[in-house]
């Protein structure tokens, strides 16, 4: 019985942790957003805001100095999309498109 309220406390507990993030649009996030995730400080979220809006993560990173692939993953990873996409998905679906040629 023990074992079971165990098994069934951690399996509640589960979703508080192992959540994604919640989608954080590029586009239209205010100042304190940006400035609230990992990596983007208030200069960087300055030229965010000045650069905007973006067609996608190249457009960003082709726009933006001090955005590589690394902070782009990085600020993904914390719910950061362009366009509604997360880093690497639209390398995935032009990857996907290219197969089906």
Known sequence: MRRRLA?????????AWAQDPTPLEINSASRAELESLTGIGPELAERLLAARPFKDWQDLRRRVAGIGPKLAAKLSAQG????GRAWGAQAASAASATAAD
């Open 7 to 15: 098994l069934l406390a951690s399996l509640l507990a589960l979703p």
């Open 80 to 83: 950061l999309r362009v366009q």
